[in-house]
Every structure is written in structure tokens, then in C-alpha cells.
């Protein structure tokens, strides 16, 4: 504002072309700078014919009581599509877990699941757990007495804030990032190598549903238990890479080898059965902030989105463990 003669009048400073392009350049830099990743609204999913018919649609929920980065409308869209044309009903599963909640559902989804002083891009240690003591006794319970869980934990800090959940299924799970260090970024299991197994979820119940090959984006790498079976195991040259803070890594950053551990793994858990993996993007469509597809959109994961069915079908009983 300025004064004029007494008065106080409006200065409007005209702007140009260039300052408006920088504003823009500015704004997106900030939005970008707030999400590495964001869901492909154009992937479209391939219809086959529904494993589930009218009446039997077996009822998935997934978390979204726990910061979760991945949700139904969100990065966790393409999955919530590709589960509906099988002939699922998919919905958001908003409060901590009880019993009443999850007994009303057949499979429980957790994906990147956070606590809350870890939320909103504070992804430096300490990572504190994501769900509370009673939560995970509750789900563990649950599980024991037939429910099925599909759960998912990417790269650090994921792991951290779920790491007592899956210790309740005997696995370790290592809040650091999985990769050779040569050639960080996309990973694919392939039955050729042995990486990806052979397994009722990899053979599926007809030819058309057998995997050879599943790729994954990153994530973190487990130790299993003696009752679980590993679908993705990591060959030769693969480490664990477990810095303070996610991305930020230097000659000093602590590593581990983990050739022999997993990236995918399932197990019967008395009347329930349990699907843990170790990367979220394999399993939804997404586009990265280079513009890059990352999931089932990608050229190299075309059988990605048979993979999610089949390991679903496991989970559902339609594929026996045998």
C-alpha cells in the first residue's frame, strides 16, 4: 500500500510472464517435494472373469487408521480396482483395529502404516511403532482364529513402525532400504533364477495364472520363521542399506548383506493364513515425480497384477498351500 495526496491508494505492480513461470516452477517444486510418488489415475486394469460371484464377495479393508501412505483413494487405488473386478468388495478400514471391526471382514490390508511422530515426511529415526500393543494382540488373535492379513511394509521408516506386528508371525522385519548398491531401484524375482519360488500362489490354479517373473520397487528385505515360505528371495550382491534419516545415505550408512532373505512371504498361522511383503508400489499403480511408472503400470511388471490375485486367491483359500 502507499499514500497519495492524503489518500491511501492500491500500488499494483504488474507481473510478467517470467515471474509468473517461476511462481509455477515454485508451487510444483513444493508439491513435488511433499510426495515422491502419486497414484496413476490413467492404468487401467485388465478384467478377467471374477473369481468371486455375486453373494460371496468376500470383504476386504484397508487401513487407514494409521497415517497410512497407501489408502483406497489414493496410492492404494489401482489395487483397490484390480481386487473389485475379481469380484471383491474393497472399503477403508478408519479405526484402530478391534475385534468387532475385524470380524466383520475376510482380509485385512496394512499398507506403510506410520505413527503419528513419524508422519508427514518425518521419516528419521527413532521410528516409533504404528499400532499399539492391544492392536497387534488383537489382530494376532484374530488371525489365529481364521482371519487372513495382507500385510506390507516398504522401505525405512515402514518397517520400524510395523516390526512388532510381524514379529507376532515370527518376521524380522529391517527398517532399511533393499538393493544392490550398483543398481539401486526396480528388483525382479524370476523363476528362472530360483529368486521367485514355485509355489501354489506362483503356479496359480490354471496356466494362465502362473507367474515367472514379479518386480518390485525397493523396499526393505525380512528374515522368515520356520513355518513361512518365501515367494521373493533376494540372490547374490543384494544389501541392506539403514540410514538415519529415509534417502539420506553416506559412505558411513550401516549395511547388511541379505542374500537369502525375503521380499515376500506366506504362512498358515493356525486357522488364518498371512501374506507379509516388503514393498507396497509392486501391488498399485503409480507415477513418480520423474514421471516414471512404478507398479503394475511398469513395462517390466506385467504379471504383478496376477501376482496380487493369486496371493489374494491363497488368502481366500481358492489356492491350497499344496
Avoid at 511394509?153 to 518397517?159: E, L, V
Avoid at 503400470?297 to 496376477?306: D, E, I, L, S, Y
Amino acid at each position: 500500500m502507499g499514500a497519495d495526496n492524503g489518500r491511501i491508494v492500491s500500488q499494483k505492480t504488474p507481473i510478467n510472464i517470467m515471474q509468473l513461470f517461476f511462481i509455477f516452477i515454485f508451487l510444483t517444486t513444493v508439491c513435488l517435494s511433499q510426495q515422491k510418488q502419486a497414484a496413476d489415475n490413467v492404468f487401467q486394469p485388465k478384467a478377467n472373469i471374477p473369481t468371486f460371484a455375486p453373494g460371496e464377495e468376500p470383504v476386504v479393508a484397508i487401513d487407514e487408521a494409521h497415517h497410512n501412505f497407501h489408502t483406497v483413494d489414493g496410492r492404494y487405488k489401482a489395487f483397490a480396482e484390480v481386487l473389485r473386478l475379481d469380484g471383491c468388495t474393497v472399503i477403508p478400514s478408519p479405526t484402530p483395529f478391534n475385534r468387532d471391526s475385524l470380524d466383520k471382514i475376510d482380509i485385512l490390508v496394512i499398507s506403510n502404516a506410520l505413527n503419528k511422530n513419524n508422519f508427514g515426511g518425518r521419516w528419521t529415526r527413532p521410528i516409533y511403532p504404528a499400532f499399539t500393543e492391544t492392536e497387534v494382540a488383537t489382530v494376532r488373535d484374530w488371525v489365529n482364529d481364521g482371519g487372513t492379513l495382507l500385510l506390507i511394509a516398504d522401505h525405512m521408516p515402514f518397517p520400524g513402525a510395523a516390526k512388532e506386528l510381524a514379529a507376532e508371525f515370527g518376521v524380522a522385519f529391517n527398517d532399511g532400504f533393499a538393493w544392490q548398491p550398483d543398481r539401486r531401484g526396480q528388483i525382479t524375482f524370476r523363476r528362472s533364477d530360483g529368486t521367485l519360488a514355485d509355489h501354489p500362489i506362483t503356479n496359480g490354479r490354471n496356466a494362465a495364472e502362473k507367474i515367472d517373473s514379479v518386480t518390485s520397487f525397493t523396499g526393505q528385505a525380512f528374515q522368515i520363521g520356520k513355518n513361512a515360505k518365501s515367494l521373493m528371495t533376494f540372490g547374490k550382491e543384494y544389501i541392506s542399506e539403514m540410514p538415519e534419516s529415509a534417502w539420506q545415505f553416506s559412505e558411513g550408512t550401516p549395511s547388511v548383506s541379505i542374500e537369502g532373505w525375503s521380499q515376500g512371504a506366506v504362512l498358515e498361522y493356525s486357522k488364518g493364513r498371512v501374506a507379509i511383503f516388503g514393498e507396497a508400489a509392486m501391488f498399485t499403480a503409480q507415477i513418480s515425480r520423474s514421471g516414471t511408472a512404478m507398479g503394475m503400470n511398469a513395462p517390466n511388471a506385467k504379471q504383478n497384477q496376477q501376482f496380487l490375485l493369486n496371493v489374494v486367491h491363497w488368502l481366500m483359500k481358492k489356492i491350497d498351500s499344496k
